[in-house]
């Protein structure tokens, strides 16, 4: 069976997790972690960073920061995973759904402002696919209102919008390098800040709520409990296997773009005779090759593409279930029908791409891909 994901593992991993135990300190905030630190702030441009030990508690480090009120409301699309609505709705944040477009999983700018009401304080945005989401829109609208943007990122390394890094728009985001992104850790994130008011709470939030890390700047004589706070910080270990990524992020990206360009080429006549359609790079957009997709005219004919290429070795997945008809959330969602996002929910289907996958694979994903369409 063709692996719909292989975790990317490229040499020196194992040789700096080894550097690590040697030095004697595994906790967090070590020389790996700091090393990533820097490379994002410079690679980027963030006012500061921050490892997590996963995209999701950089999410909830956003609502902290963000400082929800019970009945808070965060606008946000339904087409994403749980964690970016969990997060929110942790703080007791009422969520406000807003529908993808009709060609693309992103939520539409514009459909955020009817959205908006007094209660409203943060717009959230995913840039499904590494895909961008018209970021100059949405910051405008937010600037109009006096509203938050948090990009949930977790997609986005290395794909960006009008030529600026996607997760460095808004005044906060989040990454995630899981084991099904394009860099990973196995399990690991990092929340970027962009407005420098968060700088200070975020290095507490992150400490357990202490002051511990200005501590060992020598900024203040003692360290104690001063907010609220969890155990954002991941290990050593994590950010050094974080750290022999980082240092092939090209080489990495090259062969996920070549995969997705092959993908492109080859099942571009399918979609031009109305079989399928494939992703949509928005305007101004650069993606990252994170997710190869296809949308197809309905669940059934998505149900046997998928049984399908399972026959023939091939593992493909769907993604996300509307979070607003979730067993969960469906109670409280205000009950406005999101129609494009349940089609992508019914409709859409991910084909392997990842760092390991060989040439002849990807050939046998393409030839079982026609193969169902055509000789139907
Ligand atoms: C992967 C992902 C997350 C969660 O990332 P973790 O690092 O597993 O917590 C959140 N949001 C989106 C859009 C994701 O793709």
Redesign the pocket.
């Known amino acids: 069976m063709i692996a719909f994901n292989v975790p990317a593992v490229t040499g020196h991993e194992l040789a700096y997790v080894q550097k690590a135990i040697g030095k004697h300190k595994l906790s967090g905030n070590g020389e790996y972690t700091k090393a990533c630190h820097r490379f994002f702030e410079e690679r980027y441009g963030f006012t500061k960073c921050l490892l997590t030990t ?6 909830e480090m956003c609502a902290l920061l963000l400082d929800l009120q019970p009945d808070d409301e965060v606008i946000m699309p339904s087409y ?5 609505a969990n997060a929110f709705v942790l703080r007791g944040a009422k969520l406000v759904f807003a529908d993808s477009h009709e060609n693309h999983p992103n939520l539409q700018a514009e459909a955020i402002a009817p959205l908006i009401t007094p209660r409203t304080k943060a717009i959230v945005v ?3 696919a590494g895909m961008a989401c018209a970021m100059d829109q949405i910051m405008a609208l937010a600037e109009q209102h006096g509203l938050y943007v948090v990009e ?1 990122a ?2 986005a390394i290395e794909a960006s919008y009008q030529g600026r890094q996607l997760g460095t728009w808004g005044h906060l985001s ?1 990454f ?3 084991e ?2 394009n860099i990973n850790c196995g ?3 990092l929340l970027g800040i962009n407005d420098p008011r968060f700088v200070a709470r975020a290095e507490i939030l992150w400490e357990k709520g202490t002051n511990r890390s200005a501590f060992f700047r020598g900024e203040t004589d003692k360290y104690g409990w001063v907010d609220l706070g969890s155990s954002f910080l991941p290990s050593e270990l994590n950010a050094a296997f974080l750290w022999a990524q980082l240092e092939q992020l090209d080489t990495i990206q090259n062969k996920r773009h070549a995969v997705w360009q092959y993908y492109w080429q080859a099942l571009s006549p399918l979609a031009a005779q109305g079989y399928c359609q494939l992703p949509l790079v928005p305007p101004h957009a650069t993606h990252n090759a994170h997710i190869f997709y296809l949308v197809l005219p309905d669940l059934d004919t998505r149900t046997a593409l998928i049984r399908h290429l399972a026959q023939q070795g091939v593992h493909a997945t769907f993604h996300y279930l509307s979070l607003h008809t979730s067993q969960f959330y469906r109670d409280q969602h205000d009950g406005r029908p999101l129609p494009h996002c349940d089609h992508f929910s019914d409709c859409l289907v991910r084909l392997p791409l990842h760092f390991h996958l060989s040439e002849a694979d990807q050939a046998q994903v393409v030839a079982a891909v026609q193969s169902f369409f055509l000789s139907a």
């Open positions: 996963s995209c999701t508690d950089a999410l994403t995973f749980v964690s970016t995913v840039h499904y949930d977790a997609q989040a995630s390098f899981h099904t992104k399990e690991g994130g």
